[in-house]
C-alpha cells in the first residue's frame, strides 16, 4: 500500500512524520525518491511538479494538503476521474475569521492613523464609526467566507457576501452570480475576498471592479482584504487604485508571484498591509489525522468527504 507525499514550502519530513505515525502499516515515499513511473494508491500533495502525475498510475484518492486546489488541479495530466479531497477544518477555519476579523477591526479602529499620531505624539480624537455603519462585502461563502461573515455580524458590522449559487444566511445580505456583484460591490466599505482560484475568478479583483466601491463610506474609502488567492488580484491594479484613491488601503495575504518579489512596490506601499500566505496556517497533525480517517473510511466503503467537484474547479 504506497503513498507519494510532495510538500513544496513546508519541512516534508515533518508531515511524513505526523502521517507514518499515523498510518505505521503503509510504504511513505516521498516524490522526491521516485525515479520510474510508479504505481500507488493515494497522494498526498501541496504545490506538486509538472511531472508528477506523469509518473503516478494506479491512484484511489488524491488528498491537497490545503483548501485550496488549484495547486492540483492546473498540473498537467491531473487525473480528473480520482477523487480529489481537500481541507476543511474547524481550526484553520477559525484562524481565518480570526484574520478577516483582525483586519476588519483594524480598519473600523482606524489603527494606522492612530499609530501616525503616536509616532507624531499627536493627541488627536477624530470621528469614530461604529462598527454597523461599516460595510463588510465578502467574497466567497463556502466553509470559510461563510464563518467570516457570521463573525463579522456578530461584531455588529454590516456584512454582504456574494457566491455563485443564491444562499440565504443569518445576518448577512446575499449576493449571487455577475449581477449580484456590482450590486453588492456599490454598497461595500472593505471588500474581503475569501474566493477559490477558478477560471472565473482570475484576475477578478483589478482596476475596474475596485472603481465600482463607493468612496463616501463611513471609512473615507474602500479597503481591500484579500485572503483567497493571488492570482485573483492583479497587483498592478490594486497599486493604481491604491495611488488615485479609489483604494483607501488593502490588506493582502496572497500573491500573483509567492513570496512575493522584493521588487514589489506593495511592500513598501504606506497602505498596504502584507502577510506571507499566513492567514489560516493549517495544523499538520489535524489534516494529518483527518487524512488517515478518510483512507480509512474509504477503505471501509464509506465515502470520502469533502471531495471537490473538478467542474466546478473547487
Ligand atoms: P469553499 O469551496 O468552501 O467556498 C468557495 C466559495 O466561493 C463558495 O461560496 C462559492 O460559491 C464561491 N465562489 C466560487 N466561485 C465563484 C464565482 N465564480 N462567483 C461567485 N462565488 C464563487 O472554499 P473555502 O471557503 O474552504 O476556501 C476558499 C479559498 O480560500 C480556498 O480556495 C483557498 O484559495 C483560500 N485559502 C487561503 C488560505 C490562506 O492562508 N490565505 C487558507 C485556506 C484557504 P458557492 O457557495 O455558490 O459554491
Ligand atoms: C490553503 C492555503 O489552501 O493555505 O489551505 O492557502
Not at 463588510?136 to 454590516?158: H, I, P, W, Y
Not at 468527504?305 to 474547479?313: A, Q, T
Request: proline share 5%; charged share 20%; net charge negative.
Amino acid at each position: 500500500m504506497t503513498i507519494i507525499l510532495h510538500v513544496h514550502d513546508w519541512d516534508e519530513l515533518d508531515w511524513l512524520k505526523n502521517l507514518s505515525g499515523l498510518m505505521p502499516d503503509r510504504n511513505f515515499l516521498s516524490y522526491s525518491q521516485i525515479e520510474n513511473d510508479i504505481q500507488a494508491d493515494y497522494a498526498i500533495l501541496w504545490k506538486p511538479p509538472t511531472q508528477l502525475f506523469e509518473k503516478i498510475d494506479g491512484l484511489k484518492a488524491i488528498f491537497s494538503l490545503g483548501a485550496g486546489v488549484d495547486h492540483i488541479v492546473n498540473v498537467a495530466g491531473f487525473p480528473k476521474d480520482v477523487p480529489l479531497v481537500r481541507v476543511v477544518d474547524k481550526d484553520l477555519t477559525n484562524r481565518m475569521s480570526e484574520y478577516v476579523v483582525f483586519h476588519c477591526l483594524r480598519y473600523l479602529r482606524q489603527y494606522s492613523l492612530l499609530n501616525q499620531q503616536q509616532t507624531n505624539k499627536i493627541w488627536h480624537k477624530g470621528y469614530q464609526p461604529s462598527a454597523n455603519e461599516v460595510r463588510v462585502g465578502v467574497l466567497g461563502l463556502g466553509e470559510l467566507g461563510l464563518d467570516a461573515a457570521q463573525k463579522l455580524s456578530v461584531m455588529g458590522f454590516n456584512v454582504l457576501g456574494w457566491s455563485r449559487s443564491e444562499k440565504l444566511i443569518d445576518g448577512v445580505k446575499c449576493f449571487h452570480g455577475p449581477d449580484g456583484l456590482d450590486t453588492m460591490l456599490a454598497q461595500t466599505d472593505i471588500l474581503v475576498s475569501l474566493l477559490p482560484l477558478t477560471p472565473q475568478t482570475d484576475g477578478l479583483l483589478d482596476y475596474e471592479l475596485f472603481a465600482k466601491l463607493p468612496t463616501n463610506g463611513a471609512l473615507g474609502g474602500p479597503y481591500l482584504i484579500n485572503v483567497g488567492r493571488g492570482q485573483s488580484q492583479r497587483e498592478a491594479g490594486i497599486l493604481k487604485a491604491l495611488d488615485d484613491g479609489t483604494l483607501a488601503g488593502a490588506t493582502l495575504d496572497v500573491f500573483e508571484v509567492e513570496p512575493l518579489p522584493t521588487t514589489s512596490k506593495l511592500w513598501t506601499h504606506p497602505n498596504v498591509t502584507i502577510t506571507p500566505h499566513n492567514g489560516a496556517d493549517s495544523s499538520p497533525r489535524a489534516i494529518c489525522q483527518n487524512i488517515a480517517d478518510q483512507i480509512a473510511r474509504f477503505e471501509a466503503g464509506l465515502l470520502l468527504e469533502n471531495v471537490v467537484s473538478i467542474d466546478r474547479g473547487y
